[in-house]
């Protein structure tokens, strides 16, 4: 059974919007949900993170003032606005128990992950 399922992705024109869902098909013990995008030829990276506490966040600086990520224990959202090519990337979704010092962003510190969703951008 694979743990997280993402939804939402798709083909936009650059400057529009996507929505990302990321649902959890069962409960494990996990303190921060995040969202990481792989684009061909590039490694994983962090996007945004929300803590399942109650919502601190965290995003990766290219897409700051863009993204938001949003969500509970259940479900977490990821809202893509003015959308970029660069932006174009299959995303995961994954889920971490982080203590206070590990970095949020940080793929390796993930041990659930979705299958992912494809997000493209065209100019």
């Known amino acids: 059974q694979v743990p997280l399922v993402e939804s939402g992705g798709g083909s936009v024109q650059a400057g529009g919007s996507l929505t990302l869902s990321c649902a959890a098909t069962?409960?494990?013990?996990?303190?921060?949900v995040g969202w990481f995008r792989q684009a061909s030829g590039k490694e994983r990276e962090g996007v945004a993170v929300i803590g399942t506490d109650g919502g601190s966040t965290y995003y990766a600086d290219s897409v700051k003032g863009r993204f938001t990520v949003s969500g509970g224990e259940n479900t977490v959202y990821l809202r893509m606005n003015s959308l970029k090519p660069e932006d174009t990337a299959m995303y995961y979704c994954?889920?971490?128990?982080?203590?206070?010092?590990?970095?949020?962003?940080?793929?390796?510190?993930?041990?659930?992950w979705g299958q992912g969703t494809q997000v493209t951008v065209s100019s």
């Open positions: 069962y409960t494990y013990t996990r303190n921060h």
């Open positions: 994954a889920t971490a128990y982080l203590g206070p010092k590990e970095d949020r962003l940080m793929a390796d510190h993930y041990n659930y």
